[in-house]
């Protein structure tokens, strides 16, 4: 079936990395994507990787992708608190169909 | 340009009454999504339109209808609202219904049923 899963809190402290970890159980997905839903808004696509890479880096935001084990991590380093929010992270296996993790909710703090 | 918007913002509705959800864009994406957020959930897919004039289920359809007459609005229909219902609503579009094309959200409809 398709199930993907995400812890549920991160607390870290400013300026540390953050990791953010998702496992998912459909291979057959051509991208995977990490969003970001800060406290009463929509989500917004932060990046993404496509399913031959990996490793992407896109500034201060580190995507991993092993597709042996179906775990795709987030790193962020320098943590802000502006980066306090939830990350899903999702995958569409199929036509029109973007499952979405649990989500992630990451707390900064000073 | 807007992007994608949602009307309303907030709703209370009292068990068995219906009322429509709007979503508009206008980036002229062909593909809409309708999302529904419940916590420690995620989202899940209530219904999609690939196209203008098109509508398909998603993963959990029961309860909603869907209206895609023109290409930048999409509504959703509750007939007959339940307390099961209350959730956070996200529309969502994208340029087609490929895996490559980022979905692009609204705000949120918060919608609260007694």
């Known amino acids: 079936g398709e199930d993907v899963e995400q812890s549920l809190f991160l607390s870290v402290r400013e300026g540390d990395s953050s990791v953010i970890n998702c496992t998912y159980t459909?291979?057959?997905?051509?991208?995977l994507y990490w969003y970001k839903q800060e406290p009463g808004a929509g989500l917004q696509l932060l990046t993404y990787?496509?399913?031959?890479?990996d490793m992407k880096q896109d500034q201060r935001l580190t995507v991993l992708l092993n597709k042996k084990d179906k775990h795709l991590s987030l790193r962020i380093a320098d943590t802000q608190t502006g980066d306090s929010a939830i990350y899903f992270c999702?995958?569409?296996?199929?036509?029109?169909?973007?499952?979405f993790g649990t989500g992630t909710r990451l707390q900064v703090f000073p | 340009n807007a992007g994608v918007t949602q009307t309303p913002k907030f709703q209370v509705l009292k068990t068995g009454q219906s009322m429509t959800l709007q979503c508009a864009q206008d980036?002229?994406?062909?593909?809409m999504y309708w999302y529904r957020q419940d916590p420690g959930m995620g989202l899940r897919l209530i219904y999609y339109?690939?196209?203008?004039?098109?509508?398909d289920k998603g993963e959990v359809p029961d309860g909603y209808n869907v209206s895609r007459l023109k290409k930048q609005n999409f509504l959703l229909g509750l007939e007959s609202a339940a307390p099961s219902q209350t959730s956070v609503y996200f529309c969502?579009?994208?340029?087609?219904?490929?895996?490559?094309?980022?979905?692009?959200f609204g705000p949120g409809t918060r919608l609260t049923v007694l």
């Open positions: 969502a579009s994208s340029y087609s219904s490929g895996s490559g094309d980022e979905q692009f």
């Open positions: 459909d291979s057959s997905s051509t991208y």
């Open positions: 990787i496509f399913s031959n890479m």
């Open positions: 999702a995958e569409i296996p199929g036509l029109s169909k973007l499952i």
């Open positions: 980036m002229n994406h062909n593909s």
């Open positions: 339109s690939a196209s203008e004039g098109t509508t």
